[in-house]
């Protein structure tokens, strides 16, 4: 039988050249000189089957197994042999192929072995594995050599017992034995481990599991009591703010009554001053009139003296009666007519006065009527004033109008560490240079200024889990300054039109000089359009370069301008606010200027007035007067006609000079009477303005105190609505801070969610009570316990499970352990019995006679029992077996050898001088015998001797043609004869 049909060789050992052989017999002799590379063909057998240990392969290391050089010929890098071998009959019963090829190449540069079979790249144990199907190992018996022959007789019965082993096929059950202890050693380290981790999670778990059901019921409390507060919040907040709002308005209702009111105190305050001051005008007036008065009537009474003086010395001279009467009568009439005529002229004059006061009293009371309209106009325009202002105000603390994400950061800057404030709120801006600020700063004026960038990143943190929007911060330690250098700052400061640099012409606190410096160092506010475009030339267009109409060249040159509406909103609110004032006072002077005009026309109409009914009655008393005069007139006259029968007219109206004198004195009386009565009428005028004054201080204080108390009642209510505000106010901050610090939202961001049902408040509010009761009870609580006790537990199931699967291992390999111990006794005790059948006769063949058999050292244990053989050669008794000559020895291991093969035959055997010992005649009989077995068995025969060379097929000559390379031809007996000098 032919198994082996080609080894090639190229580097290994000696074979420095691709060297093929080709086995086309059952039995192949190699012959050759001592040296010549004979062995090493077994060696590369040996080694392509996947030989470890370079000392049986007899080198010091594997590196050795390369062709070393010689002293013509290079060393070589690698060393590769490849076995060809028929697997028709399925030697390699796993292979499903007619031929097996099994290469091994391996690189001295990487120290690597590589496998292949039938050119496919496997590992080492593929190779080893389908080796061992055949039994072509070195222990085994396949490969013999001389050494190993001698040996077997020499070794220990455990030493031999592996021949036995090898022929039951029980290697192969040993190796896999070994691999299932060893894994059974690690199943059973792995299950220790596993034990170890499984005992230390034992002892966390149940702790863990406590924190974990603890941390499960807070979440849960926790969950209900944000979903109900977060509403009950939202709730509150909102009505917070309807009410505060409310409360806004109705304080701005209250302020605008209040100041009315004020303004009405005011100037009823004013009417009463001017009305004191004038008192004290009209009581000197009165006084000096008074004293006028006085003189009137003292000087009256003389007239009056003087008058009756003069009647006496008349009425001396008239001694007759009736002439004495008609004299009288005459003077009497004169009188009355000089009285008549002063009394028509004084009520011509008190008429005419009349007409002229009237006028002026229509006048006054035009004018009146046309500045108090102009007050009422002042006194809406200034409500209307202080309602905006109130507004404003408020709407200045709202942060209306900034970008929501800067208001929402604003807002709740209590919870947001570092936050200082927008630029907007720290810059202070001189009112020439707003719209050039605004121009500069742009969208920069609702940045916000924190202290550092960690601050930021909280801030931008709570942005995002409130999808607040976005803003822009500039954190003091990280924002950097960009200043022009100072050249070109000297060059800039020196050109016509330039006001300032924005970072020097803004104002803000020295701490955050740096934000100004940051935003506006490189900003150059110029005067006029034309001077910016000199500038901006100047500095190569570097810069931004705002006029003060709010023009911007920005650098690389784009210029932006024309006109903007809200480029001055950024100031508006305060801008509005300062110009509100600033008309508030404005009007507020108007107003006290028209009070006072006003109250000093109405004391002018007052006057009038008074003065008007006093000549109303003056012009009575008058009319009374004529009347009366002129009834006395008339009764004189009819008496002088009765005394003379004549009519009292002009001729009869000539005096004696002392008449002349009584007339001319009465004429002074009625003058001085006219006086008098004018006097009085003037001192009646002011009394009566003084009476009317005094009622009208009177009621003005009254009115003013009643004033005061109902703006003191206003004040005191908006005093409360103002506490009510305050209070409102610190809650709704409040219940937006619990939002913030219990569950991180915004108001806006809690309002967006969707709320939780409270139909009941009172209910509810009782259940958040009570949940933050249930909280705090439950004391510190350990999130993560949750997490962790499922990742843990997981983690412990995972290891029970794994030890249940090792544990199960571990039995299933024990079994397996044991149905191999059984197999491989039951193999074991078979080829011993078979070959204790075969080899009677075998030795008997070998040493013409005699007998022989195999024993176990230790019967009891097969499984490890040594194996002893019995032998009796013919005529010998045999004590001990190491006293047999070689031959003998090599003649015994032999029918051991030829034995098994008859019983378990393997497809290649190679012996290496294995026949050396032997005398001419047994190296005949051992020939001939071997060849018996080629029917099943390929032999493959290093030999020197010519008994065997003859008995094989064809013999293949090692030679050394070149020196320290092996190269083998086919040799016929006569040159193998010649090659080796055998016998
Ligand atoms: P004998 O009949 O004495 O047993 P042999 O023909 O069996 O001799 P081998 O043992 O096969 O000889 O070959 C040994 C030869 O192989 C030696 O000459 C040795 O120098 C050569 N040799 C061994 N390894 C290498 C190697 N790596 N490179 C080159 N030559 C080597």
Redesign the pocket.
């Known amino acids: 039988m032919i198994f082996l049909k080609r080894i090639e060789a190229y580097g290994?050992?000696?074979f420095?050249e691709s060297t093929v052989l080709n086995f086309d017999y059952a039995m192949t002799g190699i012959v050759?000189?001592?040296?010549?590379?004979?062995?090493?063909?077994?060696?590369a057998i040996m080694w392509a089957l996947g030989e470890q240990s370079s000392k049986s392969l007899?080198?010091d290391s594997m590196e050795?197994?390369?062709?070393?050089?010689?002293s013509d010929r290079k060393?070589l890098n690698m060393a590769e042999v490849t076995l060809v071998f028929d697997n028709s009959k399925r030697a390699f019963s796993s292979l499903e192929f007619n031929e097996v090829s099994i290469t091994r190449k391996y690189f001295k540069t990487t120290k690597e072995s590589e496998y292949y079979i039938n050119g496919a790249r496997v590992r080492l144990k593929d190779v080893q594995d389908v080796a061992l199907e055949t039994g072509l190992t070195k222990s085994s018996l396949a490969i013999i050599s001389q050494g190993s022959i001698s040996n077997f007789v020499e070794s220990s019965p455990e030493q031999r017992r592996k021949l036995f082993d090898e022929a039951a096929g029980v290697a192969r059950y040993k190796k896999r034995k070994d691999e299932a202890l060893r894994k059974l050693i690690r199943s059973q380290e792995n299950l220790d481990r596993l034990n170890d981790i499984i005992n230390e999670i034992e002892r966390k778990l149940p702790s863990l599991k406590r924190q974990s059901k603890k941390a499960i019921e807070f979440q849960q409390k926790f969950d209900e009591l944000k979903s109900i507060e977060v509403a009950i919040l939202v709730k509150d907040i909102q009505l917070y703010k309807t009410k505060i709002e409310e409360l806004n308005e109705s304080k701005v209702d209250l302020k605008t009554k209040i100041s009315s009111i004020e303004r009405t105190i005011q100037a009823k305050s004013h009417e009463f001053n001017q009305i004191s001051s004038s008192g004290f005008a009209h009581d000197k007036e009165l006084t000096d009139l008074n004293k006028e008065y006085t003189k009137v009537v003292d000087e009256l009474a003389q007239l009056k003296v003087d008058k009756i003086s003069l009647e006496g010395q008349k009425s001396k001279a008239e001694v007759d009666d009736k002439e004495f009467r008609v004299s009288e009568l005459k003077g009497k009439a004169r009188e009355l007519e000089i009285k008549l005529d002063a009394e028509e002229q004084k009520l011509s004059k008190l008429l005419a006065d009349k007409g002229e006061r009237k006028k002026q009293l229509d006048q006054y009371s035009h004018e009146r009527y046309e500045i108090n309209t102009k007050l009422d106009g002042i006194r809406k325009e200034l409500a209307k004033i202080e309602s905006n202002l109130e507004v404003l105000a408020s709407k200045k603390h709202s942060y209306e109008g900034l970008f929501e994400g800067v208001k929402t950061v604003l807002e709740n800057r209590s919870v947001l560490p570092g936050i200082i404030g927008t630029v907007q709120e720290l810059v202070q801006v001189n009112e020439d240079h707003k719209v050039a600020v605004a121009t500069a700063l742009q969208n920069a004026f609702q940045n916000i200024v924190a202290k550092t960038a960690m601050d930021v990143k909280k801030a931008i943190d709570f942005l995002k889990t409130n999808k607040a929007g976005s803003a822009t911060f500039l954190p003091l330690d990280t924002i950097k300054p960009n200043f022009i250098p100072n050249e070109m700052r000297f060059a800039i400061q020196k050109s016509a039109g330039f006001i300032g640099f924005g970072n020097e012409v803004v104002k803000i606190d020295k701490k955050y000089q740096t934000v100004l410096d940051f935003l506006l160092a490189t900003n150059v506010i110029v005067k006029t359009y034309e001077e910016a475009l000199e500038i901006a030339k100047l500095t190569n267009y570097r810069y931004h370069i705002i006029t003060l109409e709010g023009e911007r060249i920005a650098p690389y040159g784009a210029i932006t301008g024309g006109s903007k509406k809200n480029r001055n909103n950024l100031f508006s609110e305060s801008n509005k606010i300062k110009e509100l004032e600033n008309k508030k006072v404005q009007l507020d002077s108007e107003e006290t200027k028209l009070v006072a005009e006003v109250s000093s026309i109405s004391e002018q109409i007052e006057l009038y007035r008074e003065a008007s009914s006093e000549i109303q009655s003056a012009i009575g008393a008058s009319k009374q007067a004529s009347d009366q005069i002129e009834r006395e007139l008339k009764e004189v006259k009819a008496e002088f006609q009765i005394l003379t029968g004549k009519e009292l007219d002009g001729e009869e109206q000539s005096f004696k000079s002392i008449d002349e004198q009584i007339i001319a004195v009465i004429k002074q009386i009625s003058a001085k009477e006219t006086t008098k009565e004018e006097i009085d009428q003037k001192m009646n005028v002011l009394r009566s303005l003084k009476e009317g004054s005094s009622e009208k201080v009177t009621k003005l204080n009254l009115s003013i105190s009643e004033d005061r108390r109902m703006a003191q009642a206003l004040k005191d209510e908006y005093g409360k609505l103002n506490t009510n505000a305050v209070l409102l106010t610190e809650k709704q901050r409040s219940a937006s801070e619990r939002l913030v610090q219990n569950y991180n939202l915004t108001f806006e961001a809690a309002n967006q969610l969707e709320q939780a049902n409270v139909d009941n408040e009172q209910e509810t509010r009782e259940r958040i009570n009570i949940l933050r009761n249930e909280i705090k009870a439950l004391g510190n609580v350990n999130v993560e316990a949750i997490a962790e006790y499922e990742e843990e537990n997981e983690r412990y199931q995972n290891y029970v499970t794994q030890s249940g699967d090792v544990v199960a291992a571990i039995k299933n390999l024990k079994t397996v352990i044991t149905d191999m111990d059984v197999e491989m006794v039951e193999q074991f005790k078979k080829i011993i019995k078979d070959v204790n059948q075969a080899l009677p006769n075998t030795f008997a063949t070998l040493f013409s006679g005699g007998t022989a058999s195999i024993i176990y050292t230790n019967p009891d244990d097969i499984l490890n029992s040594g194996i002893d053989i019995k032998i009796s050669p013919p005529g010998k008794k045999i004590s001990n077996l190491n006293l047999l000559s070689g031959g003998e020895k090599s003649m015994v291991a032999l029918s051991v050898l030829f034995s098994i093969l008859k019983v378990k035959p393997i497809p290649l055997v190679i012996l290496?001088?294995v026949e050396a010992p032997l005398d001419i005649a047994n190296v005949e009989r051992f020939a001939k015998y071997l060849k018996s077995f080629t029917k099943e068995t390929q032999f493959m025969i290093?030999t020197?001797r010519m008994g065997t060379m003859e008995n094989c097929d064809i013999l293949f000559g090692?030679t050394?043609q070149q020196k320290?390379?092996?190269k083998l031809v086919q040799v016929k007996l006569i040159e193998a004869k010649k090659m080796t000098n055998a016998n």
Do not use: C, L, Q
């Not at 050759?32 to 060696?43: F, H, L």
């Not at 050795?64 to 010689?70: A, C, E, N, T």
């Open positions: 290994f050992k000696s420095a050759g000189p001592n040296g010549s590379g004979k062995s090493n063909i077994n060696d007899r080198g050795d197994i390369v062709f070393s050089g010689s060393w290496d001088e290093v020197h090692a050394m320290g390379v092996t």
